[in-house]
């Protein structure tokens, strides 16, 4: 009888258990094809993947000139970690990603001062708080969307058009709650 309950109770209310759902899937597909790439030293596709996250997330923030810069450092740095390379980063790597995040703080500044009070608030509070600890991104992000749903239509529906990724917390909350289960089941003793 209660097997019967939960089917009930579930399909009752598929269409967010399916998105949830399919958000989970998504981020264990993500996971599992950085985990791969990254065990076999693929850095260029490891960076090509979280990119195209980036993106789905932030269209249009960083020009393509601006992401062959970041890959170029990232898949450097990962590379020399590994021991396949003898020279690091230059500084002309250095100066190429100041310069573009000084670019993405401007398009941010940009993007806010089309928001309403309201929407500038929110924004300024999510960027504050943001967490630089990773095992607190899960707890934060479930604020953010709580925060989020509380704001009224025409706010939310700026905040969407300039900042992409707030229609997208709930995949980023999954996508952050996966992250932090891999933490877990890579720190066990047990691994």
Not at 2 to 29: N, P, V
Not at 53 to 76: C, D, H, L, N
């Amino acid at each position: 009888l209660s097997l019967l309950m939960i089917i009930g109770i579930s399909r009752a209310s598929t269409s967010s258990t399916k998105t949830a759902i399919e958000h989970e899937e998504a981020a264990r597909q993500l996971f599992g094809a950085l985990a791969n790439n990254f065990q076999k030293e693929r850095f260029g596709e490891v960076f090509d993947l979280l990119h195209a996250k980036w993106e789905k997330f932030y269209p249009g923030m960083i020009t393509s000139e601006q992401a062959k810069e970041i890959r170029t450092a990232f898949v450097t740095a990962h590379e020399k970690q590994a021991g396949e390379r003898k020279s690091g980063l230059t500084v002309s790597h250095f100066l190429g990603l100041s310069k573009t995040m000084a670019s993405v703080q401007e398009d941010i500044e940009r993007r806010i001062n089309k928001l309403d009070n309201a929407g500038e608030a929110f924004i300024r509070k999510a960027l504050a708080s943001f967490p630089t600890d990773v095992q607190k991104l899960s707890g934060k992000l479930a604020i953010l969307r709580a925060d989020f749903d509380t704001l009224g239509a025409s706010t939310k529906k700026k905040i969407v058009k300039h900042f992409v990724i707030f229609d997208h917390l709930d995949e980023l909350c999954e996508i952050s709650s996966q992250f932090w289960l891999l933490q877990l089941v890579y720190a066990s003793p047990s691994s």
